[in-house]
């Protein structure tokens, strides 16, 4: 892939099966989604934990029923192949990990697009905060927290939250810098000891990689979008179609379009 | 009503008849709401146009089918009784305007509380910027414009906004207070000639009433809640019930609560 590939460009090259490996880093002025498609029965009740949990689960884009194509978010591209590997759940259970699901689509089918953190990690990097998990060449640590979200109808989950170590004295910075993505995760969920959170070891993340925390470091929590699927599964909806983590869905939308002033 | 009034105080005076007059200037550093309920079967199309319009309609709460207390805004509060005036409307029609609607609830209600403009007026007020028609003891004026929302399923409108007259030189810091307040319409969507907008005379506005703009004053646009009356509308619902104009839901939420920074 080029560095300098488009959001369309790297779709593409997606699409035609030629990249089926995580997403980071690529077109990165522009945002990520994670993608949550589910049966039409089920979508204002999915909608509705969205929307009263946006720190972990911002919208960006919702299609209508049987769409594929993200009109407002990337004119011309199709749900159904343009994420280089996709989760097929059945009952809540893992049921495919597959790079296209036009054999699973029918018209009933609603398209979430929610926003991921990737958005705020190259302002990050922009303000010279370092990102431990770039630097290592690992996913983030992400860890499930004893916070529940606000349920809705029979969709639950608990916080999960990513995990970033941020040198002590560009701790205040870090919180600048990410609350202008409030459409994105926004301002961290909390600074310092994990167990607040009730996250007993950092070391041992639920999902992702553990990175090292150096002394004069402090952990930083931000909601994390790996909520969403834990809420959909929760529901145990007879099908159900996530991205694979980190495989997620590039859209046209620069991050900045996302950022609240 | 005692200006000190908490926001539980006015409800129950509400609730108990002593106040059907419009809400504007009660319990002040509280959140208002615009009020829109629809039927079950038409609840995801509607949120989802509210979600793809989050300027004009941005989202505080949507209570589950049948329920009828705002548990996140304003617990203990009762949807069919602490508005004071509302209007209820058969296939897109005004059938009545009544100050409670007990008679009119079923179990498949979804009651949908979207952000105020009141909530800025206070930080507009705060940072020195005059009101025009708070000054003038007049409603705000609002005008349809030539911008479509984003539709959904059979959800449509047109773009409304409330006009206020800001002078030249708080122009900028108008636009500072308010973008603030993503969540409650947020940043002006236009600043000066009405023209632009579709708008041929300001002394004729759609809804609320005309206000004096003054030599040296600058007419500034925002997005406004009335667009998702006229969205609920637009699908000719067999039945929906708003609010009254200007007699809003006043939930518990303080407007700070809904600063992005």
């Known amino acids: 892939m080029q560095p300098a590939a488009t959001p369309r460009e790297v779709r593409e ?101 929610l926003g991921c953190s990737f958005s705020f990690e190259s302002a990050l990097l922009a303000s010279g905060i370092p990102i431990r998990n770039i630097e290592e060449g690992r996913n983030v640590s992400m860890y499930i927290t004893n916070r529940p979200c606000i349920p809705a109808g029979r969709f639950s989950a608990p916080l999960v939250v990513s995990m970033r170590p941020i040198p002590d004295d560009l701790v205040v910075r870090a919180v600048q810098v990410t609350s202008r993505y409030a459409s994105v995760h926004g301002a961290p969920v909390h600074i310092g000891d994990g167990s607040a959170l009730g996250i007993e070891d950092l070391d041992s993340p639920d999902f992702g990689d553990p990175v090292t925390i150096h002394k004069g470091e402090t952990p930083v929590f931000w909601a994390c979008g790996v909520t969403s699927s834990l809420a959909a599964l929760s529901g145990r909806p007879e099908l159900c179609i996530t991205h694979s983590p980190g495989h997620m869905f590039i859209t046209d939308s620069p991050n900045e379009s996302w950022a609240a002033i």
């Open 13 to 113: 090259s997606i699409r035609r099966g030629q990249w089926v490996k995580p997403t980071s880093g690529l077109a990165p002025a522009f945002a990520q989604a994670n993608l949550v498609i589910l049966d039409r029965s089920l979508a204002f009740e999915f909608l509705l934990f969205c929307v009263r949990n946006p720190k972990p689960c911002p919208v960006l884009e919702v299609l209508e029923p049987g769409g594929f194509e993200p009109r407002i978010t990337a004119p011309g591209a199709d749900i159904r192949t343009d994420v280089p590997l996709y989760r097929v759940w059945k009952r809540g259970e893992l049921h495919a990990e597959t790079p296209e699901i036009s054999a699973h689509w029918d018209g009933d089918m609603v398209s979430f697009l």
